[in-house]
C-alpha cells in the first residue's frame, strides 16, 4: 500500500530541466513553523479537539480514530500535536496535513521589539544566521501561531503569558497581521506585550528542493500550548484543524490515509518518543539544525529523489511518470 508522501507529479520534468539548464533554482524564502503541543486528551467538544466536530486527522471524520481504525484514547501516551490541513485549492502542498507557519517578514529584521527568553544572539547562533535574522524568523514562527492558530506566546512581562485572544479587538488586530496591514513589532506594542522567545525550541531545518518552483528555507520549532489559550482554524488556508498524536498521524500516513510532506512526517517521528510537551521542549536543545536538502540523480535509467539521513522518503521515479 502506498503512503500518503506528497509528490507533485511535474516534479520529473522540472528535474530534467534544471539538470539541462533550462530553468534555474529559485531562491528560498525564510519561513517558520510551530509544532504546537498539549498534553492529556484535548477540551471535550472543542471544535478542533481529539473527538469534536473537527477533531480527528482522518478521512471520514471518526471518532478518535484513524481510517484504518485504530484508536488513540484518553490513555494513550505521549502528547497532542496540532495540526492542519491545507485546502485543495492551495498551489502548494494541496490536501497535506502540517503545522502552522508561514514566511518571514521583513519588517521583523530592523526594529528591536519586547523579548523575553534568550537573546537574539543566542538564537542567531542556534538558527545558524545573524541576530536581525534570528529575531524574524522567531518573530514568524510566534506570528503565523497566532494568525493561523489563535494561539499567542507572548505575555506583558518575562513571566506572563496571554490567558486568552478572543474577541472583537483581538480578532481585528489578527486580521491586520494576516493583511501585512500591521507589523508584528507594532503589534505588540500596541499589546504592551513582550515576545516570549523561552517558550520555544528550535527543532529543525529544511530547505524545499531546487526543483520545486515554490522553495522555502524553514525552522521548524516546538512549543506548549500556553494555559488558558484554546487553537481554532484562523487560517484561510486550512479546511480544517485537528489535535493529534505523533503515532496516529503517522500510522495514518503509512496507510496513506493522511498527506505530509517529509519533513511533517520526519518530526512527527521525532515527537513520538516524548511522555510531555514539557518533555520535547527540553529535548529541542541541542538538536541539530544542519538543513535537509533533498537530491536527484539519474541511475539505471530512473531519477531517484532522496533526502540525506530520511531513507524512508526515497523515491525511484521513472522520468516519464511518477514515482515506482
Same mark, same amino acid.
Given at each position: 500500500?502506498?503512503?500518503?508522501?506528497?509528490?507533485?507529479?511535474?516534479?520529473?520534468?522540472?528535474?530534467?530541466?534544471?539538470?539541462?539548464?533550462?530553468?534555474?533554482?529559485?531562491?528560498? &524564502? *525564510?519561513? /517558520?513553523?510551530?509544532?504546537?503541543?498539549?498534553?492529556?486528551? $484535548?477540551? @471535550? !467538544? +472543542?471544535?478542533?479537539? #481529539?473527538?469534536?466536530?473537527?477533531?480527528?486527522?482522518?478521512?471520514?471524520?471518526?471518532?478518535?480514530?484513524?481510517?484504518?481504525?485504530?484508536?488513540?484514547?484518553?490513555?494513550?501516551?505521549?502528547?497532542?500535536?496540532?495540526?492542519? &490541513? *491545507?485546502? /485543495?485549492?492551495?498551489?502548494?502542498?494541496?490536501?497535506?496535513? $502540517?503545522? @502552522? !507557519? +508561514?514566511?518571514?517578514? #521583513?519588517?521583523?529584521?530592523?526594529?528591536?521589539?519586547?523579548?523575553?527568553?534568550?537573546?537574539?544572539?543566542?538564537?542567531?547562533?542556534?538558527?545558524?544566521?545573524?541576530?536581525?535574522?534570528?529575531?524574524?524568523?522567531?518573530?514568524?514562527?510566534?506570528?503565523?501561531?497566532?494568525?493561523?492558530?489563535?494561539?499567542?506566546? $507572548?505575555?506583558?512581562?518575562?513571566?506572563?503569558?496571554?490567558?486568552?485572544?478572543?474577541?472583537?479587538?483581538?480578532?481585528?488586530?489578527?486580521?491586520?497581521?494576516?493583511?501585512?496591514?500591521?507589523?508584528?513589532?507594532?503589534?505588540?506594542?500596541?499589546?504592551?506585550?513582550?515576545?516570549?522567545?523561552?517558550?520555544?525550541?528550535?527543532?529543525?531545518?529544511?530547505?524545499?528542493?531546487?526543483?520545486?518552483?515554490?522553495?522555502?528555507?524553514?525552522?521548524?520549532?516546538?512549543?506548549?500550548?500556553?494555559?488558558?489559550?484554546?487553537?481554532?482554524?484562523?487560517?484561510?488556508?486550512?479546511?480544517?484543524?485537528?489535535?493529534?498524536?505523533?503515532?496516529?498521524?503517522?500510522?495514518?500516513?503509512?496507510?496513506?490515509?493522511?498527506?505530509?510532506?517529509?519533513?511533517?512526517?520526519?518530526?512527527?517521528?521525532?515527537?513520538?518518543?516524548?511522555?510531555?510537551?514539557?518533555?520535547?521542549?527540553?529535548?529541542?536543545?541541542?538538536?541539530?539544525?544542519?538543513?535537509?536538502?533533498?537530491?536527484?540523480?539519474?541511475?539505471?535509467?530512473?531519477?531517484?529523489?532522496?533526502?540525506?539521513?530520511?531513507?524512508?522518503?526515497?523515491?525511484?521515479?521513472?522520468?516519464?511518470?511518477?514515482?515506482?
Amino acid at each position: 500500500m502506498p503512503n500518503g508522501q506528497w509528490y507533485p507529479p511535474e516534479w520529473p520534468v522540472r528535474i530534467r530541466a534544471l539538470a539541462a539548464g533550462e530553468i534555474t533554482a529559485a531562491t528560498p &524564502r *525564510r519561513a /517558520a513553523t510551530v509544532m504546537l503541543l498539549r498534553d492529556g486528551p $484535548a477540551t @471535550p !467538544g +472543542g471544535p478542533d479537539a #481529539p473527538g469534536g466536530p473537527g477533531g480527528p486527522a482522518t478521512p471520514d471524520g471518526s471518532d478518535r480514530t484513524t481510517g484504518s481504525g485504530r484508536t488513540a484514547g484518553p490513555g494513550a501516551p505521549g502528547p497532542f500535536v496540532h495540526m492542519l &490541513r *491545507r485546502r /485543495a485549492s492551495m498551489a502548494f502542498a494541496a490536501g497535506a496535513y $502540517a503545522y @502552522p !507557519g +508561514g514566511g518571514v517578514d #521583513p519588517r521583523d529584521n530592523d526594529r528591536l521589539i519586547g523579548w523575553a527568553g534568550p537573546g537574539r544572539d543566542v538564537w542567531a547562533r542556534r538558527l545558524g544566521v545573524d541576530a536581525a535574522s534570528a529575531q524574524a524568523i522567531v518573530c514568524a514562527a510566534v506570528r503565523e501561531t497566532y494568525e493561523e492558530a489563535g494561539v499567542l506566546l $507572548a505575555g506583558e512581562s518575562a513571566a506572563s503569558v496571554v490567558s486568552d485572544t478572543t474577541g472583537d479587538d483581538w480578532e481585528a488586530d489578527r486580521a491586520a497581521l494576516v493583511d501585512r496591514e500591521l507589523s508584528f513589532a507594532d503589534f505588540l506594542d500596541r499589546r504592551g506585550l513582550v515576545l516570549r522567545s523561552d517558550l520555544l525550541g528550535a527543532w529543525t531545518r529544511w530547505i524545499t528542493p531546487e526543483f520545486e518552483p515554490r522553495r522555502y528555507d524553514t525552522w521548524f520549532f516546538v512549543a506548549a500550548l500556553p494555559t488558558g489559550q484554546r487553537t481554532r482554524n484562523a487560517s484561510t488556508e486550512a479546511d480544517r484543524t485537528v489535535w493529534i498524536r505523533p503515532a496516529e498521524a503517522t500510522a495514518a500516513y503509512d496507510d496513506g490515509e493522511l498527506l505530509m510532506m517529509p519533513p511533517t512526517v520526519s518530526t512527527l517521528r521525532q515527537l513520538q518518543p516524548y511522555r510531555t510537551a514539557a518533555e520535547a521542549l527540553a529535548g529541542s536543545e541541542g538538536r541539530d539544525m544542519t538543513p535537509v536538502l533533498a537530491t536527484a540523480r539519474l541511475e539505471d535509467g530512473e531519477l531517484v529523489l532522496s533526502w540525506p539521513g530520511h531513507d524512508e522518503f526515497t523515491k525511484r521515479v521513472d522520468p516519464t511518470g511518477g514515482p515506482r
